[in-house]
């Protein structure tokens, strides 16, 4: 990694290369074998959570490569909204800069974040069947807390 990228909030103009991204990322993935639908993520979310002010992007030389939604409670419903933790959703980063340590730059930010808020835990869920990622995340530090009846992983970290 060459500089950090800036994490900001996400503005209306950042949608278009965001779902960009997502369709990037859903082809890395379904060529690597991994379930993903480019189309899970839409205008109407990205829409939704800037409003709520959760969603964050990632930009470097003042191109979005990526993003992450940081919640102050589970929108899954899985967690109870009484804890507290805050959730981590979509984390993506353009294939084009995988393996350059951009996602850890924007977990550990979003770690931080969350801590600043009160935050005591961090949580993520991410697709089972992707090894690569659950083991990505173990190495981060989240304990594996269960794997749902839907397939998904979910992790936890304790944040200070």
């Not at 990694?1 to 278009?16: K, V, Y």
């Not at 409003?51 to 940081?70: C, T």
């Not at 589970?74 to 507290?84: E, I």
């Not at 659950?134 to 200070?160: I, Q, S, W």
Request: aromatic share 12%.
């Amino acid at each position: 990694m060459t500089a950090n990228p800036l994490i900001r909030p996400a503005t209306p103009d950042d949608f278009e290369p965001l779902l960009a991204i997502r369709g990037e990322v859903a082809i890395d993935l379904l060529e690597r074998g991994i379930p993903s639908n480019p189309n899970a993520l839409t205008w109407q979310h990205l829409e939704e959570w800037t409003s709520a002010g959760v969603l964050w992007v990632a930009e470097l030389d003042g191109k979005v490569i990526g993003s992450i939604a940081v919640w102050s409670y589970d929108p899954t419903n899985y967690w109870s909204r009484a804890d507290l933790a805050s959730y981590l959703r979509d984390l993506m980063i353009h294939p084009r800069y995988r393996h350059e340590g951009f996602g850890a730059v924007m977990l550990s930010w979003a770690e931080r974040f969350s801590a600043g808020r009160g935050r005591s835990r961090v949580r993520l869920d991410c697709d089972a069947t992707n090894e690569r990622l659950c083991r990505y995340y173990k190495e981060a530090g989240y304990r594996h807390v269960v794997t749902d009846n839907d397939g998904f992983a979910l992790f936890e970290k304790t944040v200070r």
